[in-house]
């Protein structure tokens, strides 16, 4: 509390801070990027927040300096294993992109279709669809 001398004597005040009266912007979780250009923004609800909160508070972190030989080796092994397979998980994604793994094989026929579709009238796909499987 504070004490100001006015003109009637001194006056006791509390200095209380108000809250602004703007709401909290929330930022968005996530962002969502569609193929066809879209975007959809995830925000989280409170519910969501007080559990992260908490499952930040159960996570220990380990200190392998103070750890006995049995945990110490376990811990080393378990770091190993898992940056192992993530190391291939990777490796293993860009060798299938490069070597082309991850492309459709018939793209093209599905492409050809697809422009034919657009050129032809329904009619004449029909009959070129006869012609395909009596041929």
């Known amino acids: 509390m504070e004490i100001e001398k006015s003109n009637g004597g ?15 912007v929330k930022l968005p979780r996530r962002t969502i990027h569609f193929a066809n250009g879209d975007t959809m923004e995830e925000f989280s609800t409170d519910e969501e927040e007080e559990e992260e909160a908490r499952v930040k508070k159960d996570v ?3 200190d392998p300096s103070k750890l ?6 376990w811990f080393y092994m378990w770091r190993m294993a898992t940056s192992t397979v993530s190391v291939c998980d990777y490796m293993g994604e860009r060798l299938a992109s490069l070597f082309g ?26 009959i070129l669809q006869l012609r395909k499987y009596t041929c």
């Open 60 to 62: 220990i972190t380990v």
């Open 10 to 24: 001194p006056s006791r005040f509390e200095t209380v801070e108000i809250e602004s009266s703007h709401p909290r």
């Open 101 to 126: 793994v991850t492309t459709p094989k018939y793209q093209y026929a599905i492409d050809e279709y697809y422009r034919i579709k657009k050129e032809v009238s329904p009619w004449q796909m029909h």
């Open 68 to 73: 006995t030989w049995g945990p110490y080796f």
